[in-house]
C-alpha cells in the first residue's frame, strides 16, 4: 500500500512540476525550481498535555530542517526524499518540519557533505563516490564487474554488510545519523560518437565519471575518466570536452544526455551507494520518542522501498533512451568481457589488500559481499 500511495504523489507531483514549467515558458517567465515541498500541508500544532499521533509524549515543540539534493525537481529520487520528508511530518504529529531543496540550490553535489557537517544543511543526500576515501567500505559496491544486476539486490547486500559488519556500522553512524542507504542501478558507459566494445576501442575515450573505483578501472581499461557532476556533462558533451560518461539510464535521462549520445555499452560496471544522512548534533536534539518517529519510516525499510522504485524508473527510462531514433546497444562479445574482467577482478584483489591495511580484513569483506551478492541474485 505504501508504494502504490507514493506512486500516486510521485505522478500528482510531476504533473505540477510539467504544469508550472509549461506556464512559465508561456509567459516566457525563467524557470526556477522551487524547494520541492514548499506548500507543505498544514498541520495544527500539538498541544501541551497532547499525546500527538503514535504514542508521541513530545509536544508543544516544532523544528525545521532543511535537506539538499542536487538531482532536479523532477527526479524520482528528490520526489522519494521529499515523500520521506511527509512522512517525518506524519510520524511527529507535525512537529518536524522537512524542507527538500533540490538542483544543488543548497549545496553543490561535491559540498553537500560538508554541508550537513558544519551545519549548513541539516540533512544531505550524499553519493560516496563524490566522496573520496571517506566511506571505504560502503563503496565496496562500487567495485568493477561484481555481478551485481539491479538495485534492489545491490541494497540488501549493503545492509546486509552493514549488519555483519561493525567497522561499517562505525563508518557510517559514528558521525552521522543515517536516514537511507541504497545505490542507484548498475552503471554503464555511453558515448556520442563513437562505439566501445573492447578494450582496443576504448583505449584514449575520454569518460565522465565520479572519483574511486570506476575512476580506476577506466585508467586500468585504457580510457581516460574525468571527473565531473551530472549537471555538467550535457555541455561538456556538446563542446566535446568528453567522450561520454559512466552513467545508468535513470540518471542520465533526468540530465537528458541522449539528446547528445548515440552509443549506449550493455555491461553493467558497479553501483554507486546513496546515503540520506542528518547532522549529528541535530539528531541528538530531537527526544527519544521523536528520534524513535523518525526512526519508523528511516532506515532498511524505505531503503528498499526506495531501491524499488529507483529500479522501475530506472528500466522505464531505459526503454525510452533504447526506443529513442538512432540510440545503439552496444553488444560485448564473450572474449571482450572476460578481457575487461580480468582486470577488473585484479583491480578488486588490490582493493581488498588496502583495506587491510586499515586494519581489516578486506579479503573477508570483499568475500562476504560477494557471498551477499550471490544471496540476492534472481
Known amino acids: 500500500m505504501k508504494k502504490k500511495k507514493f506512486s500516486c504523489r510521485i505522478l500528482s507531483l510531476l504533473l505540477a512540476v510539467s504544469l508550472l514549467g509549461t506556464l512559465l515558458t508561456a509567459c516566457g517567465g525563467k524557470q526556477t525550481p522551487p524547494p520541492a515541498n514548499t506548500a507543505p500541508a498544514q ?3 500539538a498541544q501541551p498535555g497532547d499525546t500527538g499521533t503514535g504514542g508521541l509524549t513530545t509536544t508543544g515543540q516544532n523544528w525545521e530542517l532543511s535537506a539538499t539534493c542536487h538531482d532536479p525537481a523532477t527526479s524520482v529520487k528528490t520526489l522519494f526524499i521529499q515523500e520521506w520528508a511527509s512522512r517525518v511530518k506524519d510520524v511527529t504529529a507535525g512537529q518536524v518540519n522537512i524542507t527538500t531543496y533540490p538542483g544543488a540550490t543548497l549545496a553543490a553535489p561535491t559540498a553537500a557533505l560538508e554541508a550537513m557537517i558544519t551545519g549548513a544543511v541539516d540533512v544531505a543526500w550524499v553519493f560516496t563516490s563524490f566522496f573520496p576515501n571517506q566511506f571505504p567500505l560502503t563503496d565496496v559496491v562500487t567495485l568493477p564487474m561484481l555481478g551485481i544486476k539491479d538495485v534492489p539486490q545491490a541494497t540488501n547486500v549493503l545492509w546486509d554488510l552493514y549488519e555483519w559488519s ?3 556500522q562505525k563508518e557510517l553512524s559514528d558521525k552521522y545519523k543515517m536516514i537511507m542507504l541504497y545505490t542507484n542501478p548498475p552503471n554503464h558507459l555511453s558515448t556520442a560518437t563513437k562505439e566501445v566494445k573492447s578494450l582496443e576501442t576504448i583505449k584514449g575515450v575520454q569518460y565522465r565519471a565520479p572519483s574511486g573505483a570506476i575512476t580506476d578501472i577506466l585508467t586500468l581499461w585504457g580510457a581516460v575518466p574525468i571527473m565531473m557532476g551530472p549537471p555538467d556533462v550535457y555541455e561538456a558533451i556538446e563542446k566535446k570536452v568528453i567522450d561520454g560518461y559512466a552513467f545508468e539510464y535513470s540518471g542520465l535521462a533526468d540530465f537528458k544526455l541522449q ?6 555499452m550493455d555491461m553493467p560496471i558497479y ?3 546513496f546515503l540520506l544522512l542528518m547532522n549529528k548534533d541535530v539528531w541528538n536534539k530531537f527526544p527519544a ?5 523518525i526512526d519508523s519510516v528511516s ?8 531501491a524499488e522504485i529507483f529500479q522501475e524508473d530506472y528500466d522505464t527510462k531505459r526503454n525510452e533512451v533504447l526506443s529513442k531514433e538512432g540510440a545503439v546497444l552496444t553488444q560485448i562479445s564473450e572474449a571482450d568481457y572476460a578481457a575487461f574482467k580480468a582486470i577488473a577482478d585484479e583491480y578488486n584483489a588490490g582493493w581488498a589488500a588496502k583495506i587491510s591495511e586499515k586494519g581489516i580484513d578486506g579479503k573477508a569483506f570483499l568475500d562476504k559481499t560477494v557471498e551477499f551478492v550471490q544471496k540476492y541474485a534472481k
Open 289 to 293: 520518542d521523536i528520534q524513535a518517529a
Open 166 to 168: 561493525a567497522d561499517m
Open 259 to 264: 539528446e547528445v549520445t548515440k552509443y549506449y
Open 299 to 306: 532506515d532498511r525499510a524505505c531503503s528498499i522501498e526506495m
Open 43 to 45: 498541520t495544527t500544532p
Open 271 to 273: 553501483v554507486g551507494p
